[in-house]
């Protein structure tokens, strides 16, 4: 049997899988709370049990994508992990052949093999993120449009999966409505004419609205941060390597991206494709989390590998290494790179070292190993509290008049939360002496009810 080239990819791909399950990291924490929200949700209908998560809100639409878990692998993080790997895979399939298409097959299979390899991709699966759900959209739509645009009739069910695209997008990050923006952009002359366009836009921005408006925005959204030292993660790796600022390694991939832009820009007005990435990567740039991170490194393969190939077609000698000698250095440069943040991310999953949140919900999960099963907390970040703790855990009741507060937190033993993010809770709680301090962190304190 003669081996094909697409023989090698997937053999690439099962290397690939074996490295990324190597990084994972398998305790409870680590996860991004509206990762976790869908986690807990989809686990809930499994199972079949009441547990408070309908108090959480509306989970945004990686619950849906997370849905056929349900069938088999419900309650197990590590298979949630495993199936977010596979779609990232298939994402980065799909970027090869729009890639192709428009650029060539050698730009397609440069970008797609360093996008395998990318830190930021194994961070954001692994914490269930934002990050591989919006590039899944954004690479589904292009062929989800085609496939619209195509379809005999007026209505079609790729119209409706169009539509479920975008709001998925949309409702992960405020990237998903630049996409929109970016597509309403470039078909702006056939929306005067073409009632299929008008119909497919028209419906993708009510969903993507009404998905948004549910959920009152992004609250599981990662905190804000600078540009530059969201940036900094191409360069230093995800903040579970380097959690100091990374504003200075930000410059770097800041200047590419500025002197792509050009480049980028014509491809937009010439293909939609590079549109949608280009108006999703605008508009997350109010919104810089490891998301817009992941993002802005496919960003820089996508348009730039083929600009250096580009480049180097100009020059008039015709030797290889003149042709494609810089392409070569880049290569080496940044697969060695990244395959060197891989490793260290793998030693700090290993270790299991928990930073920010996850500490004070460890020390809550701690707290509660030595209570009955119907001892019941609140926390500022339920879903990830669930997930650590195993226990039915509310969210952050509000902060009232203490008398009023008291009534209402009857039912509590414990409290977790950043008492400078909730200051007038922490004035109310103050006042009330039946809450003592069991730990105090400066990520955030554990209260617990004195008996």
């Known amino acids: 049997m003669q081996l094909a080239p697409r023989h090698f990819a997937l053999a690439g791909l099962v290397v690939a899988a074996g490295a990324y399950l190597a990084m994972f990291r398998y305790d409870a924490y680590g996860l991004e709370e509206a990762g976790a929200h869908a986690l807990v949700l989809n686990w809930t209908i499994a199972h079949h049990v009441i547990t408070p998560v309908a108090t959480y809100g509306f989970p945004d639409l990686r619950a849906l994508v997370l849905a056929p878990l349900n069938l088999h692998w419900a309650g197990s993080l590590p298979a949630a992990k495993v199936y977010l790997m596979l779609l990232w895979f298939g994402c980065a399939l799909l970027i090869h052949a729009e890639m192709r298409r428009i650029f060539g097959d050698e730009a397609a299979q440069i970008a797609a093999g360093l996008l395998v390899i990318c830190p930021l991709a194994v961070h954001e699966i692994d914490r269930i993120g934002a990050g591989v759900f919006l590039l899944l959209a954004l690479a589904l739509a292009p062929v989800l449009w085609r496939r619209m645009q195509a379809a005999p009739r007026l209505a079609s069910i790729w119209l409706l999966f169009l539509w479920l695209d975008i709001a998925l997008a949309a409702s992960v990050h405020p990237a998903g409505l630049g996409a929109w923006a970016a597509l309403a952009w470039f078909f702006r002359r056939e929306l005067r004419r073409e009632r299929k366009t008008q119909l497919a836009l028209g419906g993708a921005l009510a969903f993507a609205l009404i998905a948004v408006a549910a959920r009152l925005g992004w609250p599981g959204l990662a905190a804000w941060s600078s540009p530059l030292d ?203 002496p039946e809450w003592k301090t069991v730990r105090l962190l400066p990520e955030g304190v554990v209260l617990a009810r004195k008996p």
């Open 230 to 432: 969201a940036l900094g993660a191409l360069v230093l790796g995800p903040k579970l390597i380097a959690p100091s600022s990374r504003a200075w390694a930000g410059s770097i991939p800041a200047l590419l991206l500025l002197l792509l832009l050009p480049w980028a820009w014509r491809q937009a007005k010439a293909q939609p494709w590079p549109a949608v990435l280009l108006g999703a990567w605008v508009a997350g740039a109010f919104h810089p989390d490891p998301a817009w991170s992941l993002l802005s490194a496919a960003l820089v393969l996508i348009f730039g590998t083929p600009a250096l190939i580009a480049l180097h077609e100009r020059i008039p000698a015709t030797g290889f290494l003149a042709r494609r000698g810089g392409v070569l250095a880049a290569i080496f440069l940044i697969a060695t790179g990244w395959m060197w943040l891989d490793k260290q991310y793998a030693l700090a999953a290993r270790a299991e070292i928990k930073r920010g949140p996850d500490r004070v919900i460890a020390a809550l999960a701690e707290a509660l190993r030595k209570e009955p099963e119907d001892v019941l907390a609140a926390s500022a970040w339920p879903a990830r509290s669930v997930i650590a703790t195993h226990r039915a855990v509310l969210p952050l009741p509000p902060a009232a008049d203490p008398e009023v507060f008291r009534k209402n937190t009857q039912g509590l033993a414990y409290l977790a939360f950043d008492p400078y993010a909730h200051k007038r809770l922490a004035r109310v709680l103050a006042m009330l």
